[in-house]
């Protein structure tokens, strides 16, 4: 009896779903990082929780501004060479931490992070999409689930190894060590990715289809749709709520008392990352 059971990976696009999966991975530890630099920054420039904050808020402007004109690049050039770009941002952004460590400026550290926010949504714009095309349409979203659950398990690493790294009790740690030795992997990164063939996969549109709505009357008729603005609505909700929580969870347990920030680190590691992947898995 022939088994109609479908594969969650088509098996010629095994080797492009582990690679693109490892994205989701890179991003997630790059994200969970700046939950660990808040604190970090508080301490070591003495700064206020409220300055601190620009650290997350400077990051997802990236994601504000360079949303769309990652959409527009991919749909012109490819997944391939959008993943490339995003990439290359993230290696230039987390390189130029050097040079704000030497300068000892958190102005020129959200220069920084900005940069990479604008790699990280190059990123996800071009891999969300892509993971759902590498094998049948009816199993698009477990694919894309189980690539996200790395997502997870950078978002658990990230605090966990920050954590143990800058909460030494050495106020003269060198963040820009750990940033240097991230830039320095995405570039190794990003040249496998402009070596391997990777398949380019379409939706069937070509690109005369795209020209023929200007960019400014799609998002008119997104921003007429009742469901589509209550659906970003809630997203924005959402992840308000995400960023704070984890944003000010060191903050909160250690001004109470309750830990030090290194043991915080890892309750946020494990008690709400690692739960929030197990529910995501």
Same mark, same amino acid.
């Given at each position: 009896?022939?088994?109609?059971? *479908?594969?969650?990976?088509?098996?010629? +696009?095994?080797?492009?779903?582990?690679?693109?999966?490892?994205?989701? &991975?890179?991003?997630?530890?790059?994200?969970?990082?700046?939950?660990?630099?808040? *604190? #970090? &920054?508080?301490?070591?420039?003495?700064?206020?929780?409220?300055?601190?904050?620009? %650290?997350?808020?400077?990051?997802?402007?990236?994601?504000?501004?360079?949303?769309?004109?990652?959409?527009?690049?991919?749909?012109? !050039?490819?997944?391939?060479?959008?993943?490339?770009? $995003?990439?290359?941002?993230?290696? !230039?952004?987390?390189?130029?931490?050097?040079?704000?460590?030497?300068?000892?400026?958190?102005?020129? &550290?959200?220069?920084?992070?900005?940069?990479?926010?604008?790699?990280? /949504?190059?990123?996800?714009?071009?891999?969300?999409? +892509? /993971?759902?095309?590498?094998?049948?349409?009816?199993?698009?979203?477990?694919?894309?689930?189980?690539?996200?659950?790395?997502?997870?398990?950078?978002?658990?690493?990230?605090?966990?190894?920050?954590?143990?790294?800058?909460?030494?009790?050495?106020?003269?740690?060198?963040?820009?060590?750990?940033?240097?030795?991230? $830039?320095?992997?995405?570039?190794? /990164?990003?040249?496998?990715?402009?070596?391997?063939?990777?398949?380019?996969?379409?939706?069937?549109?070509?690109?005369?289809? +795209?020209?023929?709505?200007?960019?400014?009357?799609?998002?008119?008729?997104?921003? #007429?749709?009742?469901?589509?603005?209550?659906?970003?609505?809630?997203?924005?909700?959402?992840?308000?709520?995400?960023?704070? %929580?984890?944003?000010? !969870?060191?903050?909160? /347990?250690?001004?109470?008392?309750?830990?030090?920030?290194?043991?915080?680190?890892?309750?946020?590691?494990?008690?709400?990352?690692?739960?929030?992947?197990?529910?995501?898995?």
């Amino acid at each position: 009896m022939r088994n109609s059971t *479908k594969s969650l990976v088509a098996r010629q +696009y095994v080797i492009p779903f582990i690679l693109v999966t490892s994205l989701f &991975f890179m991003w997630g530890f790059a994200r969970a990082i700046l939950d660990v630099l808040n *604190k #970090h &920054f508080q301490t070591t420039m003495d700064i206020t929780i409220t300055r601190s904050a620009m %650290i997350q808020a400077t990051t997802y402007l990236g994601y504000f501004i360079m949303a769309l004109p990652a959409g527009l690049f991919i749909n012109r !050039f490819g997944y391939r060479h959008g993943v490339v770009l $995003g990439l290359m941002f993230f290696a !230039f952004g987390s390189l130029l931490f050097i040079p704000s460590e030497l300068t000892v400026s958190f102005n020129f &550290f959200l220069v920084s992070l900005f940069i990479i926010g604008c790699g990280l /949504v190059v990123l996800e714009t071009a891999a969300n999409p +892509y /993971v759902t095309e590498l094998g049948d349409r009816s199993t698009a979203a477990s694919r894309l689930n189980l690539a996200q659950s790395f997502n997870g398990l950078g978002c658990i690493l990230a605090p966990l190894i920050m954590g143990q790294i800058l909460f030494t009790g050495d106020e003269g740690i060198n963040v820009a060590l750990p940033y240097s030795v991230m $830039g320095v992997v995405v570039l190794i /990164v990003a040249l496998i990715f402009s070596r391997v063939k990777l398949p380019e996969i379409t939706d069937g549109s070509s690109a005369g289809d +795209y020209d023929a709505q200007s960019t400014g009357t799609v998002i008119s008729k997104l921003l #007429h749709n009742k469901r589509f603005v209550f659906g970003v609505s809630a997203l924005f909700c959402y992840e308000i709520s995400e960023i704070s %929580i984890n944003s000010f !969870f060191i903050n909160y /347990v250690t001004d109470g008392g309750w830990m030090t920030s290194k043991t915080a680190a890892v309750v946020l590691s494990f008690g709400g990352l690692g739960l929030f992947m197990a529910a995501r898995v």
